[in-house]
């Protein structure tokens, strides 16, 4: 939802977003001049203008200093919904550090193929311990055993649940909105309880994320775009 907080001479323009399963305000300064701020879902919208302006020199700083390095910038890279500034820096050994809201590759060389497999190994680490975090939430309420966790890079599927209880995720999955990434898990979960696509098995997705259809379509609609 695209909302405009006034207040006196201050205005601010930015994209408010209610989810069921956030307790906590999250307020992000993004490329662009852009704004967005997540929160828990029947959030006041007032409260929620509020907030924003109650912030608003925190993020024209922000914004200021994203306009500072246009110039440095080799490019972006999606992280969580976002696109992040990404720096690629010569250092004897490769490693790849997340701060600040950019993205930082440290490599022997700037070739891109070996930059993005770093960058790739990077994203796919932190898309395992995102997937593993978000099943130890949802895992109690299903009650459920499970296998193994992987994480793969396929092409059609986003998720899968074998026969032998193992759960697979895509690792692009981090590339998406988190709560992309909540959903999917929620759904392989769900297989659990019911090895298929059935009423029944929706019925139980929307017990957990009464808000999964947004997060599935988005994933429908924009799946092709999530690269590095």
Not at 21 to 26: D, M, P, Q, V
Not at 125 to 139: N, Q, Y
Not at 153 to 172: D, I, M, V
Not at 179 to 191: A, I, Q, R
């Amino acid at each position: 939802m695209i909302r405009v907080a006034k207040k006196g001479a201050l205005r601010a323009e930015y994209t408010l977003v209610s989810a069921k399963n956030r307790t906590t305000l999250l307020l992000q300064a993004l490329p662009m001049g852009k704004i967005r701020l997540y929160a828990p879902k029947g959030y006041p919208v007032r409260l929620a203008d509020r907030f924003v302006l109650e912030h608003i020199s925190e993020l024209r700083a922000a914004h200021k200093r994203m306009e500072s390095v246009q110039e440095t910038l080799p490019g972006t890279v999606l992280f969580k919904g976002e696109r992040l500034p990404l720096f690629i820096k010569k250092a004897a050994s490769g490693k790849v550090l997340l701060c600040d809201g950019c993205i930082t590759v440290y490599s022997p060389t700037k070739e891109p193929a070996k930059v993005k497999t770093l960058l790739k190994g990077f994203l796919v680490k932190l898309s395992l311990e995102d997937i593993k975090s978000a099943i130890d939430r949802w895992a109690p309420s299903f009650n459920e055993t499970y296998g193994r966790v992987t994480i793969r890079e396929q092409r059609t599927r986003w998720g899968s649940c074998s026969a032998k209880r193992n759960l697979n995720f895509n690792w692009k999955l981090i590339l998406a909105p988190h709560e992309c990434l909540e959903y999917v898990v929620v759904h392989e979960l769900t297989h659990l309880k019911v090895f298929n696509h059935s009423q029944a098995f929706w019925n139980e997705v929307g017990k957990r994320m009464p808000d999964y259809d947004i997060w599935r379509k988005w994933l429908k609609q924009h799946g092709q775009e999530l690269v590095i």
